[in-house]
């Protein structure tokens, strides 16, 4: 008699949400994919994946996809805002191959979220889906949606991000926490800024702000920046929320000229709140799991917030591979076991901001292997 094929309904079809779909589809179980967006928007965000996330991306086959779109640093440097006197270098580049195995690359955040997307078959993906309700049933989950669909999976997980529904179903209504800063980012062409020579990546500190900045394309044609700003009164999280490009360069106004030159060649920024949670007892109950930020929200300072919901993705589908459907509850229970400790720690590392401002130990971090890593023995 064969095996039952499982199927996977995914809430969520961020970068999280995508990756747990193409991983699942690797180990042949069924996924379908509900967004509640009406369209994938390309908002003006860079995004660097470390080793530890290619690593996971690589097996998809989108490591040659990703090479051609990222631009390949050769450092992570870290500078005092004012003096640009250098606290840390970092190697990049085949240095960091060499060790971890996998490259650091850094692009736009719409193009890694293109690649993942071109490996999970468009019939798959279900846009204008807006999650409204769960019931569990026998041996399955029932989704319900807002224009009155329901559909029934063997399991569910919610990847629907930092605000997701699928949690405060599980578990209640708790808004994150506002840390009282806010994120300015965009992209701009580099032709903006003349002949200014601007770093590989560089995050310049200061002594209550700071603002990191890099390429995201090859050649180098594409600038991006994001700064940590106090602003106690701002909780607007959309990513699609704009800034004022004179307050944000007010904001800086005693920084190194490099980074001024910066911000007077943007011509419009987005802003939007940084929040965090602490870490979570659970991940999920019976047949339904988290995924990403909807149970590990992090702050950016170690811009490992989408690498963790990859390496999520890897380690899912591992528990999930050839199982029976009764043997779901427990695989679920084996993802959360096997990802919680890591997600946890690099949350409240993250939450500190000191990551990489002086001599930093990254082997922990870069050289985890989500493919390969033992998993939680029940």
């Known amino acids: 008699m064969s095996k039952k094929q499982l199927e996977i309904a995914i809430v969520g079809a961020g970068i999280g949400g995508l990756t747990a779909a193409a991983a699942l589809l690797r180990v042949g179980v069924r996924v379908q994919v509900y967004e509640q967006a009406s369209a994938f928007a390309r908002v003006g965000a860079g995004i660097q994946q470390s080793p530890n996330a ?16 990222a631009f390949y640093p050769m450092y992570w440097q870290n500078r005092d805002s004012k003096t640009g006197t250098l606290a840390h270098h970092y190697p990049l580049g085949p240095a960091a191959e060499e ?13 890694l979220h293109s690649a993942i997307a071109s490996i999970v078959p468009r019939q798959l993906i279900h846009l204008n ?27 569910l997980v919610g990847a629907d991000g930092v605000h997701s529904f699928v949690r405060e179903i599980l578990f209640g209504t708790e808004k994150p926490r506002f840390t009282g800063r806010v994120a300015y980012r965009t992209t701009f062409p580099t032709g903006h800024l003349a002949a200014l020579d601007i770093g590989d990546n560089t995050k310049w500190w200061g002594a209550d702000r700071h603002i990191v900045v890099y390429f995201v394309k090859p050649n180098r044609e594409e600038i991006y920046f994001v700064t940590s700003t106090p ?7 959309s990513w699609s929320s704009h800034g004022d490009t004179e307050t944000l360069r007010s904001a800086y106004e005693d920084f190194h000229p490099q980074v001024r030159a910066v911000l007077a060649a943007c011509q419009q920024v987005h802003k939007w709140a940084l929040v965090e949670r602490d ?4 991940w999920g109950e019976d047949r339904i799991v988290l995924l990403g930020d909807a149970c590990h929200a992090m702050t950016p300072y170690m811009a490992q917030g989408a690498a963790m919901a990859v390496e999520d993705a890897a380690v899912l589908s591992r528990c999930l591979e050839g199982i029976e459907p009764d043997c779901i509850p427990a695989a679920l229970r084996r993802y959360e076991l096997t990802r919680k400790e890591r997600a946890s720690r690099v949350q409240l590392t993250s939450s500190k901001n000191t990551w990489m401002r002086q001599r930093t130990d990254g082997d922990w971090v870069y050289g985890y292997d989500a493919w390969r890593v033992p998993l939680a023995v029940l």
């Open 54 to 69: 290619v690593r996971v991306l690589r097996e998809l086959g989108l490591e040659p996809q990703l090479r051609r779109l």
């Open 99 to 111: 060790r971890f195995g996998a490259p650091y690359l850094l692009l736009h955040r719409g193009d």
């Open 279 to 282: 870490p979570v007892p659970r």
């Open 231 to 237: 602003e106690s009164q701002f909780e607007v999280e």
């Open 129 to 155: 889906q807006r999650l409204v309700g769960l019931e569990s049933v026998k041996d399955g989950v029932t989704l319900s949606f807002a224009d009155g669909a329901h559909r029934t999976a063997d399991a």
